[in-house]
């Protein structure tokens, strides 16, 4: 890697420890879910296969989880996380010099500590950063030609991401394409793993992982998307220019296979094929899963992050075609870059996110090289300039929200007013401040339904009690409550 290449990932590395030092809140409530689950593993080792928890993401997590107070755990795991996404940038670099086989491969690392919503994920506790590890790593292995060790790898992603149990097809054709078929066996392992332990660790077979894969009916509460839902979010996950120069590499990719050597194996195609089908596979997969929602999507554009790693390849892979390319097919490519960004702004129009002014800017920018191609160097500098823009505001702490600094505060005073009583609740940040590991079956309405054998208090709030505790249910219960100062959240007391 050049050494300024190496610098700029130092940087933004280094940028990350800080933003996680000064964060004291998370991106979304499954972010602490995700590292409480983890941290409670020690005392309830049910959560190292829990469903929601993610034994690709809770098993190594739970390895620093544990440390200190729930806020330093917190940083720990957030520490991991920036080792995580160090490691899927050295990866990324390593596979880009296999698969582009040119003087552009340090582009591909670059261009992942580029992409706004991966950095932002990079210093919090989301499965998405976890899952895009295990599948350049299993790229890069295959790239490599390790077969076996790419197998094992690859079998984490469904762990870790559900929709990843569509990569083991396509990677068991690769492997039987070249033959190496005691490989394939291996590509399950990751699933019967956790399907034997599940049960082992105390879970009734009617909680067998494998049954995740059921139609889960239709989840209207979370919405649908439409065609170019995908193509929007992938401006907010990559960044409108990665996004943009990510399909175009991934076609061109393609492509050269495609011409040069598509009946032959060679590892590195292998790593190609990966890469470029990976990319545009996981885009389309995600649209399908939002339109027809019935596995409980949400449409959240991080889904696309596990394909953030293949993504700055193809990255690459687009500089370097584009440079080497004559105006004809600097033409050809800039209409492919032109449909990818009006489709993304038309997709954050009808979803109205944020950033419609870059996918715009984006389109224009493609068109004047298709115009003029010969304007090619100059516009790339405003595309650089773009891309940088759009990734400086994904630079910022996570903060607590005022409804979440709320709950941990009056969980905080409950504890030491009433240092005898259980404090439950069903919002994460009621565990977080109770530091109290929770039962996978006994969560907080369960404890409000029963007998209390010591002194109860629920700290109910708008949004999660809700939908799991609503208000009628709990006061039909004796219960006295206590005076707060917030709207948002009622203390009850049940003695």
């Keep these: 890697m050049p050494p300024l290449a190496l610098a700029w990932v130092a940087l933004v590395l280094a940028a990350l420890v800080v933003l996680a030092f000064l964060s004291d809140g998370v991106i979304e409530d499954d972010d602490v879910t995700h590292y409480l689950m983890a941290r409670w593993s020690w005392t309830y080792p049910m959560y190292l296969a829990d469903d929601w928890g993610r034994p690709g993401f809770t098993v190594p997590y739970a390895l620093v989880a544990w440390l200190g107070t729930p806020a330093q755990g917190l940083f720990a795991c957030r520490l991991l996380t920036i080792v995580i996404v160090a490691a899927s940038t050295w990866l990324t670099w390593k596979t880009a010099t296999i698969v582009l086989e040119n003087r552009y491969s340090w582009l591909a690392p670059v261009a992942l500590l580029a992409m706004p919503l991966y950095l932002r994920l990079g210093y919090t506790t989301l499965t998405e950063t976890t899952a895009g590890l295990y599948t350049i790593a299993g790229t890069w292995l295959l790239a490599s030609d390790r077969p076996r060790r790419a197998a094992l790898v690859l079998s984490l992603v469904p762990l870790t991401r559900h929709e990843g149990i569509l990569l083991l097809p396509a990677a068991a054709i690769l492997l039987a394409w070249r033959g190496s078929w005691s490989s394939l066996p291996l590509l399950l392992f990751g699933e019967i793993a956790w399907n034997l332990a599940k049960p082992a660790l105390g879970y009734p077979l009617s909680e067998l992982p494998i049954l995740r894969f059921a139609g889960r009916g239709d989840p209207g509460h979370l919405g649908y998307g439409g065609p170019l839902h995908y193509l929007g979010a992938g401006a907010q996950a990559f960044g409108i220019v990665p996004l943009m120069l990510g399909v175009v590499g ?10 040069d050597d598509r009946f032959r194996y060679r590892p590195a195609l292998a790593g190609l094929l990966l890469c470029a089908g990976g990319l545009l596979s996981l885009i389309a997969i995600q649209t399908v899963l939002f339109m027809i929602n019935t596995h409980e999507s949400g449409g959240y554009a991080r889904f696309l ?3 953030a790693p293949w993504a700055a390849v193809c990255v690459a892979a687009a500089i370097s075609t584009f440079a080497d390319a004559d105006h004809a097919t600097r033409r050809q490519l800039a209409l492919v870059a032109m449909v990818v960004a009006g489709g993304a702004s038309l997709g954050i129009w009808f979803d109205g996110w944020s ?9 224009i920018v493609a068109a004047l090289i298709m115009v003029r191609p010969s304007w090619t160097p100059r516009l790339a500098a405003a595309l650089a300039g773009l891309a940088a823009v759009q990734m400086a505001i994904a630079f910022r702490p996570h903060r607590l929200l005022d409804h979440q600094r709320t709950v941990v505060d009056v969980v905080e005073t409950l504890r030491r007013e009433h240092p005898d009583a259980h404090v439950v609740g069903d919002n994460p940040w009621t565990d977080f401040a109770a530091d109290v590991a929770r039962h996978p079956y006994f969560w907080a309405p369960n404890d409000w339904r029963r007998p209390p054998s010591l002194p109860l208090i629920y700290v109910w709030d708008a949004d999660h009690s809700m939908v799991n505790l609503p208000l009628d249910d709990l ?19 049940r003695h």
């Design 475 to 493: 006061t039909a219960l004796p219960h006295r409550e206590l005076a707060t100062d917030d709207a948002y959240v009622r203390v009850f007391d």
């Design 250 to 259: 991934a076609i061109a990719l393609l492509r050269r296979w495609w011409r």
């Design 355 to 363: 950033p419609w002014p870059f996918a715009m800017s984006g389109l």
């Design 305 to 307: 992050l596990p394909a």
